[in-house]
């Protein structure tokens, strides 16, 4: 797929979004029967009309989104074909709230990776966009906004802000899971906790992920959002220089030491470890990537999977 | 305490947090005074990295100090960079008290998120009289007197208005701000992220199910969000008097409600014992909840659903054993 023919996949993305707007008149009904995930009318119009866009502009290209895959339940088919991959309404429960962290996000899939990626928060008047190879940028500007030397390098997680989610499923397993997770990022470092400098909610995956593509954050720990959530925000990250990577965490598992390794991220798997630009340490090239790993890594031990099955039929 | 008095003292909050706005900006986005290349120390305050503080407080905190005592000569100061020197060991007096947090959400600050801000306030017999919450990034000024209502930017608040603004009458319904804290012992760690887990929890698992958790990072924002109607509620033990002196009486002139946030989870104390205790600023504990419109044809019921909903919160929570403020 080459350079030309992104950017116009690129551009075509960023014209739909900008097309739509969330802030019409709604209704908001209870998907889950909890309250916790509620859908409106705004995520059902907006969804609508981007697929009808691209169908219009790109017919032969299959179209996986939140509201239709949810009423069809998991049974898409997820293929190398290019898929354009969208959440209408990423944090409906923020819109409701009239919390500004929400927005619509666009990302194309090719061989299942992704290729582009629009993220536009319009509350907060932030587009987020990027190409494979060509970049990110946020209101054109190229991300992260803050730049060495006033970006550091954080060299344990003790330096490190988080950004994370509690999630709409509110089972005992899963929530106790979770928390048990966040209590141990937290705790001091003698308690054999992570001792992170601080832990960040905002309650939607893809504005989540461009605080990290900003660099207003480190990182991104999450189990639970489809790829929805991550197909526009991992390639916003990547292409800012930030690294992603599969997390099943390891705490509590039974993964010998010698398996614990970090693996390539994948977007229908519904994990995701995310670490921001880190810049070389003085005099050492290549450091920065280390660390990223590193950090990505002392992640990973302390926090625990939840063994949601992959989004799709692959 | 007449209200063109309180008005005055208002007015003078104002024009000093807007004094040192630009050295806030200056400080986040490291500019000017503070730009990459001068003296900019963040220092370890509890020797874990959860708790630093830089320059940039210091200058603003005694930057505002000396133009209040300028201005105000017998009045008495608070401070959270002073008070950390010196101690728990200050009085606190019935006199008028001018009670300052200069970078609320350091953490926030020196990660470059947008949440955080200067907060003035004055309290009067101990009770907050006067509230100005200065969030520079984000543009946000916040302002209240008491019984002169409260607005951000010249707007009355809540800014979300009915029928728009709905009238929660469940926890289902409600959006919660809240902090996980600096102190990262087990104990305490432990205690708030079980309270935290019973506010998520499904109620056929005893739990609030609560319809959202935030956590910004720093007390005064959060209070705002409340103050807006964009969060229900908010709840926290810990925060000090410099957090809540000006965002609390912001909040209640926006028609919230306060209330002490001592949970009732794991106590011993009896059902019949379990009512809703003032708010004071000095306590550490706070449970606040924001404006609720009255549900059609029954005037009232939004308070009587602003008391409900505390309650249920501090069902569910535990309390945290800090002591007050200050020498009283």
Not at 129 to 139: E, H, I, K, P
Not at 170 to 176: C, D, I, L, Y
Request: negative net charge; charged residues 20%.
């Amino acid at each position: 797929m080459h350079a030309e023919q992104l950017k116009e996949y690129l551009n075509t993305a960023i014209a739909i979004a900008k097309e739509l707007s969330a802030d019409s008149a709604f209704a908001a009904d209870d998907k889950l029967g909890n309250g916790a995930d509620c859908v409106t009318e705004v995520d059902r119009y907006i969804e609508k009309t981007v697929f009808s866009r691209l169908h219009e502009i790109y017919p032969t290209h299959k179209l996986v989104g939140e509201e239709t895959a949810t009423e069809r339940g998991n049974e898409y088919k997820a293929t190398n074909d290019p898929t354009w991959i969208v959440d209408p309404v990423d944090g409906t429960n923020n819109v409701v709230h009239h919390f500004q962290y929400t927005g619509i996000s666009i990302g194309l899939a090719i061989n299942k990776k992704p290729a582009v990626g629009v993220v536009y928060l319009p509350i907060l008047d932030e587009l987020y966009t990027a190409a494979r190879s060509q970049g990110a940028f946020m209101n054109s500007q190229p991300p992260p906004i803050i730049r060495p030397p006033v970006l550091t390098t954080p060299t344990s997680l003790a330096e490190c802000s988080m950004v994370c989610e509690h999630h709409s499923d509110r089972s005992e397993k899963a929530v106790g899971s979770r928390l048990a997770s966040f209590t141990r990022l937290l705790l001091d470092k003698k308690r054999g906790g992570g001792c992170i400098q601080n832990l960040r909610i905002l309650g939607a995956a893809c504005p989540n992920i461009t605080l990290v593509a900003k660099d207003v954050a480190e990182f991104f720990w999450d189990i639970g959002p489809h790829a929805w959530g991550f197909a526009a925000a991992v390639i916003i990250l990547t292409e800012s220089g930030g690294a992603v990577f599969a997390c099943a965490g390891w705490w509590g598992s039974s993964i010998p030491e010698s398996e614990r390794t970090l693996k390539p991220h994948n977007i229908w798997n519904r994990r995701l470890i995310a670490v921001r630009f880190t810049p070389n340490l003085p005099r050492n090239p290549g450091s920065g990537r280390e660390l990223q790993k590193q950090l990505a890594e002392d992640v990973l031990e302390i926090v625990e999977d939840i063994p949601y099955p992959l989004d799709g039929i692959h």
